[in-house]
């Protein structure tokens, strides 16, 4: 059984509208001992789309989650967190910065391609669905090459919820060339990956990233994998979570991860 959802973000992060507390009382509610709150933090976020989207208020995030660690102490286990987008221009920012604050977990993301963003549709009138995908596989690969400063990859395949025709143009096989290659790279560095359950939110038939892919990566040794929901909402915590658990049985999986002081702890399904 699942018991911590460590994707989730609150009204510090500007696509949310989530209380804090409203999250965490539905965490509990749902049987979660651990939760961890990962706000937005986007760095060079393109101004044309929303204006300043995604600059967290780093002090007064940590501060206010702080206070409710201690809150909940007897209840719930909060821990801090927080999703950087990665581009590849911003190793040198993040390293300098990430560690300015006790932070326990960091999701590093690949939330724009090209300083683009997938989710506004107009860009996709210039290229394919696989020309996209692949564009957004070799970005996530250049970016591993220049940020150090996370635990986990985000979902990995996030791009092919915003395709035309989402996964009609993708799979693991056609992409595995640069997708095995990510994988190799997080592994060398001793970082891991999330099974992040929002794609069955946004209407595809599989987790993020696709269960062939997970599959793979136990195959190669990995042995860091995260649980999230990517919830926006609080009655979108710990989505899908039961299904979760059995994609990772079925790909070879005996535990998930946790993370506490930027550490992994191994807990058994």
């Known amino acids: ?23 965490l ?11 961890c709150i990962t706000d937005h933090w986007d760095e060079d976020y393109p101004e044309k789309y929303e204006g300043e ?5 780093r002090e007064a995030y940590v501060q ?21 987008g990665m581009q590849p ?31 506004y549709k107009e860009w996709w009138d210039e290229y394919t669905d696989a020309q996209m995908y692949q564009k957004a596989f070799d970005e996530t690969s250049a970016n591993l090459n220049q940020i150090e400063d996370f635990d986990v990859l985000g979902h990995i395949d996030y791009i092919v919820r915003y395709g ?6 993708y799979s693991y096989e056609r992409f595995c060339d640069v997708l095995t290659e990510i994988l190799k790279k997080l592994i060398a560095s001793g970082k891991g990956i999330e099974l992040n359950t929002a794609g069955w939110k946004y ?8 269960p062939d892919v997970l599959r793979e990566y136990r195959e190669l040794g990995g042995e860091i994998i995260t649980i999230g929901s990517d919830a926006h909402k609080p009655e979108q915590v710990a989505y899908d979570f039961k299904r979760a658990a059995e994609v990772l049985e079925l790909c070879g999986f005996t535990y998930y991860t946790q993370f506490k002081d930027r550490k992994p702890e191994f807990l058994k399904i």
């Open 1 to 23: 059984m699942i018991t911590g959802d460590f994707h989730i973000h609150t009204s510090f992060s500007s696509d949310s509208e989530a209380d804090v507390r409203t999250v």
């Open 203 to 210: 209407g595809l038939d599989f987790c993020h990233p696709h």
């Open 53 to 57: 989207a995604f600059r967290l208020d």
């Open 89 to 119: 221009h911003l190793g040198a920012f993040y390293k300098e910065r990430i560690n300015q604050y006790p932070y326990d977990f960091v999701i590093g993301s690949v939330h724009l391609v090209g300083g683009e963003d997938p989710y």
């Open 25 to 35: 009382d539905s965490a509990m509610e749902k049987g979660l001992k651990t939760v």
């Open 64 to 84: 206010e989650l702080e206070m409710l660690k201690k809150e909940y102490a007897n209840k719930l286990d909060v821990r801090i967190g927080i999703e950087i």
């Open 164 to 169: 035309r025709r989402q996964a009609e143009a």
